[in-house]
T-cell receptor, first 112, second 117 residues
């Protein structure tokens, strides 16, 4: 079945860039997502990328997709303390009637 | 944008009682609703998938008689935890899906923290 993997923890200093990595196995993945979860809250969609794209930038967020290696990354520029949260990558096929497959989540800690 | 309202956000109940969690899509029609369970510091575990007007499809290991899912309309799905026990204490999140959403498919509720005492 599909599998999505992420490293569990990342610590950065305020103002630095954060890079969260994700690998997936399903070659039929059509959409890839990054979600943010703050303590006790639901998931907030940060950004998504189609599998036919290599890069997408949205303000401080840059998503890179290497489809050949099935590698996805999220770069957060000028990381702030408010960015501390768990970040999940997820993939889905074209049919949104099928569930997302989530990674384990990366706990990002921003140090002052 | 698309919003899913999930209630209650927190609930404490006594062991043996039942608890209902509601998810409503506020400005779109949710053709499919997913129910997830999340243990502390872990990822989301899919419990079941429901399509409006149909019986829910449960993932392996999830008791359908314990976790009752109703998706009677395109804007409302409910999860009822029956005869709750302390091991059912968890964070439950719904996700609504609909083609044509600007986020290409999925909008999450804010989650329900269930504590069974």
């Amino acid at each position: 079945g599909e599998d999505v993997e992420q490293s569990l923890f990342l610590s950065v200093r305020e103002g630095d860039s954060s890079v969260i990595n994700c690998t997936y196995t399903d070659s039929s993945s059509t959409y890839l997502y990054w979600y943010k979860q703050e303590p006790g809250a639901g998931l907030q969609l940060l950004t998504y990328i189609f599998s036919n794209m290599d890069m997408k930038q949205d303000q401080r967020l840059t998503v890179l997709l290497n489809k050949k290696d099935k590698h996805l990354s999220l770069r957060i520029a000028d990381t702030q303390t408010g960015d501390s949260a768990i970040y999940f990558c997820a993939e889905s096929p074209r049919d949104s009637a099928r569930q997302l497959t989530f990674g384990s989540g990366t706990q990002l800690t921003v140090l002052p | 944008g698309a919003v899913v309202s999930q209630h209650p956000s927190r609930v404490i109940c006594k062991s043996g009682t039942s608890v209902k969690i509601e998810c409503r899509s506020l400005d779109f029609q949710a053709t499919t609703m997913f129910w997830y369970r999340q243990f502390p510091k872990q990822s989301l575990m899919l419990m079941a998938t429901s399509n409006e007007g149909s019986k829910a499809t449960y993932e392996q290991g999830v008791e359908k008689d314990k976790f009752l899912i109703n998706h009677a309309s395109l804007t409302l799905s409910t999860l009822t935890v029956t005869s709750a026990h302390p091991e059912d204490s968890s964070f439950y999140i719904c996700s609504a899906s609909s083609t044509g959403l600007s986020n290409y498919g999925y909008t999450f509720g804010s989650g329900t923290r269930l504590t069974v005492v």
